[in-house]
């Protein structure tokens, strides 16, 4: 679960994780899960985990090879709706904790996730497809309805574009000028975080995105065990 609005959106604080960089730093391998699913994780997982969570990894390695040459639209349609299949759970059902963000193997292991666990496992899955990471950003936007924290993903075509917004809410991909019902905050990719209406301007001072750290921390661990 997302921690409360205020505190969640007091950007002036909030910094992105230089441990990003592994992917911003180097090339794509496009359809073969190498930095997301290493082979030592694939036995990991038929070995210890029942057939359907090993039919969910093959699925979505399926996925991996056979999307690489789509266009971008058509692989965002792709992984938008395969994660979308994912069940909803709050954090304290699925880790026992306030706030935890899962790495996409997790997320796939647990088959649920909350919604920064499906902005997530979109975001790296898109990156191994391929898509430049400027194109993609985080975003931590506010439900204006309901005035609650949220997150999504947001493709952006060009630099400073009309974005396309993967939401586990509004399962549809649309425009993020037709998605009145958000009120975006800020976002954030593994290059930097930008603040809200400010999407030139990089914040890059101390690492203050704890669960971003963690997370990254774990996607290390499953890459090297």
Not at 154 to 172: F, G, Q, V
Not at 187 to 216: C, P, R, Y
Request: charged share 30%; aromatic share 10%; glycine share 2%.
């Amino acid at each position: 679960m997302l921690r409360k609005t205020a505190r969640l959106f007091n950007v002036k604080f909030i910094h992105f994780s230089v441990l990003a960089s592994i992917y911003a730093a180097s090339p794509v391998h496009a359809g073969h899960l190498q930095k997301i699913l290493p082979q030592s994780q694939v036995k990991k997982i038929y070995r210890h985990y029942d057939r359907e969570t090993a039919e969910r990894f093959d699925a979505w390695n399926q996925l991996l090879k056979s999307s690489h040459d789509k266009s971008d639209i058509e692989k965002l349609e792709l992984v938008n709706n395969f994660f979308n299949q994912m069940k909803w759970a709050e954090d304290k059902q699925l880790w026992e904790s306030k706030d935890y963000w899962a790495t996409p193997i997790e997320s796939l292991i647990k088959n649920a996730g909350d919604c920064e666990d499906f902005s997530i496992a979109k975001y790296f899955t898109l990156l191994e497809l391929g898509i430049p990471v400027e194109n993609l950003k985080v975003s931590y936007v506010k439900l204006i309805e309901d005035n609650q924290a949220h997150m999504v993903l947001a493709y952006y075509a060009e630099e400073n574009s009309d974005p396309l917004i993967l939401d586990n809410i509004h399962k549809e991909i649309r425009r993020g000028s037709e998605r009145n019902d958000l009120d975006p905050m800020f976002h954030f990719n593994s290059q930097g975080v930008w603040k809200k209406g400010e999407s030139e301007k990089l914040l890059d001072s101390a690492t203050e995105i704890k669960q971003w750290a963690e997370m990254m921390k774990r996607i290390n661990l499953e890459q090297n065990t």
